[in-house]
């Protein structure tokens, strides 16, 4: 018994090493590239892009733009870049419609006064009609007979 | 002046340029206290200037007969208060008014009735349209 098992593993090792020497074609992954150093090439990033935003119920913050101060003042123009620095708050939950155009100023006549219904008394107690302030004061002397 | 009034009115008056005063002239007795004084009732009620109007224009009838009931008549077809109006003529509320007026007026020596003052320049007896408007247009700057 113990011959067979020798025997047996006798010719396991000899088929073990049969096998080792028809080596099998693999397929073999194509040889990495070697690794070259690219310079490093400086892409412009895109400009960032200012984009509308959507009507929410939360108030949002957006940035206040910057503020070019070109007043010769330092305290100033410190001041205003402060006031500018802070975040203006908007409130989305209304809609935001284009600021109405102005409409060009016209002159807007005084109205006319009618001073046909204006009357009074004046220091002397003499009934007057017309302008208190009038230029000219025409008194009438008469009598109805 | 009652024929260029309302030419003055509509022209210089109504337009700011001109100011009328109305001082009394009692030159006809008891016909004058009368009605100067119903004028001065209408201005109780702010409408002296109407009533003025109405009691030129109906001078015919301030001569004959009854000169009160005359003014009162004229007072009704104005729709005036007429209660009101004939109590202060029957008071009398305004006579010390008009007389002292009047007095004024004799006093400045203004004795030619209708006289009319324009800025301290006088014209004397009734005068047509052009010569008011030449004198107050001379005071404008015209």
Not at chain 1, 78 to 94: G, Q, R
Not at chain 2, 25 to 50: D, I, K, M, P, Y
Not at chain 2, 107 to 112: C, D, K, L
Request: aromatic share 8%; hydrophobic share 35%; charged share 20%.
């Amino acid at each position: 018994m113990k011959k067979t098992s020798f025997i047996l593993f006798i010719s396991f090792i000899l088929l073990l090493s049969a096998c080792g020497g028809v080596a099998p074609e693999v397929a073999q992954a194509p040889p990495e590239p070697a690794a070259t150093e690219v310079p490093p090439t400086e892409t412009p990033l895109p400009p960032p892009t200012l984009t509308a935003i959507p009507p929410t119920g939360t108030p949002t913050e957006t940035p206040a733009p910057a503020v070019e101060i070109v007043t010769g003042n330092e305290d100033e123009a410190e001041a205003e870049s402060e006031v500018a620095a802070e975040p203006t708050v908007l409130p989305t939950d209304t809609p935001i419609s284009p600021a109405p155009t102005p409409e060009p100023p016209t002159a807007t006549p005084e109205p006319e006064v009618d001073w046909l219904a204006s009357f009074g008394r004046t220091e002397d107690n003499l009934m007057y009609l017309g302008n208190p302030d009038a230029p000219v004061t025409l008194t009438d002397y008469s009598d109805f007979m | 002046m009652l024929g260029s009034e309302q030419e003055l009115k509509e022209n210089f008056v109504k337009t700011g340029q001109v100011r009328m005063l109305f001082n009394p002239v009692l030159n006809h007795g008891n016909r004058s206290l009368q009605t100067h004084q119903a004028a001065e009732c209408a201005a109780e009620q702010g409408q002296f200037w109407a009533y003025r109007e109405h009691l030129f224009a109906n001078q015919g009838r301030l001569w004959s007969g009854d000169v009160r009931e005359a003014v009162k008549a004229l007072a009704v077809e104005m729709a005036l208060d007429t209660a009101s109006f004939n109590a202060c003529l029957d008071e009398q509320r305004h006579l010390a008014l008009i007389q002292g007026q009047d007095s004024r007026r004799i006093q400045r020596g203004i004795r030619f009735q209708p006289s009319f003052e324009i800025n301290e320049e006088f014209l004397l007896g009734s005068q047509p349209y052009d010569t008011f408007k030449q004198v107050i247009e001379s005071h404008l700057g015209f």
